[in-house]
Nanobody
Framework: QVQLVESGGALVPPGGSLRLSCAASGSIFSFYRMGWYRQAPGKQRELVATIHSGGTTDYTGSVKGRFSISRDNAKNTVYLQMNSLKPEDTAVYYC?????????WGQGTQVTVSS
């Protein structure tokens, strides 16, 4: 099974930017869709953004226009560029790979937006 490892989480002030990375141990084409989820304390995990193998992207409403998901097939890496960060974006961010055989998840990376 392809393993996923996230990185890039940090403490940033409101209005700041971060880029999260999700590195796969194998080809990301083994997944028909990859995405980023997040879970804030006391809340359910929610879908943030997805990118399909063909390149189609989708975003949850609260991040549209601020976040951008992309993929580098040569590096087997998926990115989440986050701009204009808000305190409500604070959460653990998880990378997900969806395959016919089942989903793969990373261990998560903490993003904290605070002054």
């Amino acid at each position: 099974q392809v393993q996923l490892v996230e990185s890039g989480g940090a403490l940033v002030p409101p209005g700041g930017s971060l880029r999260l990375s999700c590195a796969a141990s194998g080809s990301i084409f083994s997944f028909y869709r990859m995405g980023w989820y997040r879970q804030a304390p006391g809340k359910q995990r929610e879908l943030v953004a997805t990118i399909h193998s063909g390149g189609t992207t989708d975003y949850t409403g609260s991040v549209k226009g601020r976040f951008s998901i992309s993929r580098d097939n040569a590096k087997n890496t998926v990115y989440l560029q986050m701009n204009s960060l808000k305190p409500e974006d604070t959460a653990v961010y998880y990378c997900n790979g969806a395959a016919i055989s089942g989903d793969s998840w990373g261990q998560g990376t903490q993003v904290t937006v605070s002054s």
